[in-house]
């Protein structure tokens, strides 16, 4: 329970780093928004979610006795590292597409242990969302890849 606290702990002050340094940056306004806004009200967001959980694990009074450091654990922590630092590697060169539904298919079929049916038709479906909210939406810019 010990390290449990000490991550929650470290999450918390994470974010309240991550706040102070936004901060520097420049909030600025609703109307004309800082480089730092997005990052202050995300750093606040992980604040607010270490301190509550912090709060909840020291107010328990029968704390779960579970391991959180398992080899399994572990080894998904591991396998999500890989395949995002991948998913980066290739982001530009193949596209937003398909190695958008490439990851989230094998994040769905391979580590959150859902049926592949099931992972490619939640892969397809979020990759279309993604793009319909980030390219026809919001009007960002999204690498072709292989189909420009």
Do not use: C
Not at 103 to 119: C, H, K, S
Not at 123 to 145: C, E, S
């Amino acid at each position: 329970m010990t390290v449990e606290i000490a991550i929650k702990a470290v999450w918390t002050a994470t974010g309240l780093a991550i706040v102070w340094l936004a901060w520097t940056l420049g909030v600025g306004t609703i109307d004309e928004p800082g480089p730092g806004m997005m990052s202050v009200g995300l750093g606040a967001l992980i604040a607010v979610v270490g301190a509550s959980q912090l709060f909840a694990l020291v107010a328990a009074r029968h704390p779960a006795e579970t391991e959180p450091w398992t080899r399994t654990g572990v080894l998904r922590v591991a396998a999500v590292v890989v395949l995002l630092a991948v998913y980066v590697a290739l982001f530009e060169s193949v596209g937003f597409l398909i190695t958008t539904f490439v990851l989230l298919t094998v994040l769905f079929g391979a580590l959150a242990g859902i049926r592949w049916g099931w992972a490619i038709l939640l892969g397809a479906a979020l990759t279309a969302a993604n793009y319909g909210l980030f390219k026809m939406v919001l009007g960002t810019q999204l690498p072709a890849g292989i189909f420009g």
